[in-house]
Each structure stands twice: as structure tokens, then as C-alpha cells.
């Protein structure tokens, strides 16, 4: 199941994990951490590769975010509404 988010939506997720939630998230879904990374980060424009399943299309205030594997997402919020 794909969720698309605006990219205000998914920066303020990104910016509300608790400290530690990179590797926490890294080790429990059994991936790198750099690899949530740059799912929260999958933008060319910082120089930051991008990663299959995270798209950018433009739009207003930064347009919007599509996700293709929500694994990453579910985990994400699972911390935030934990703390």
C-alpha cells in the first residue's frame, strides 16, 4: 500500500523521531541505519542519494512525498506516538 504525505507533513514526522530512532528503527526492521536515513533524507537536491519506493513530485510548500514501503513509516510512527 502506497501513502503520499506533503513534504511539510513528512518533515515534521522526520523531525519529531526521539533521539535513537534511526537505529532503533534500523535494528528492528533488520536494515542499515543509513538506509532509514535516506528515507528521511531521500532528496538529490541535498546530495543525498535517493532510494527506490520514496518519490518526489512538486508542488506547493515542497510538494508532495509518495512511499511505497510503509515499513519504515509504521515503525516511525510507532516510536513518536510512544514518546
Known sequence: MKKRLTYTEFRMLRDNLPHGAIDIIANRLGITADEVRF??????EDGVPTI?????????????????????????LELINKH
Open 52 to 76: 527506490s519506493g520514496v518519490h518526489h513530485e512538486e508542488g506547493p510548500d515542497g510538494g508532495f512525498v509518495e512511499l511505497d514501503d510503509l515499513k519504515i513509516l509504521d515503525a516511525a
Open 39 to 44: 528515507y528521511f533524507h531521500a532528496s538529490a
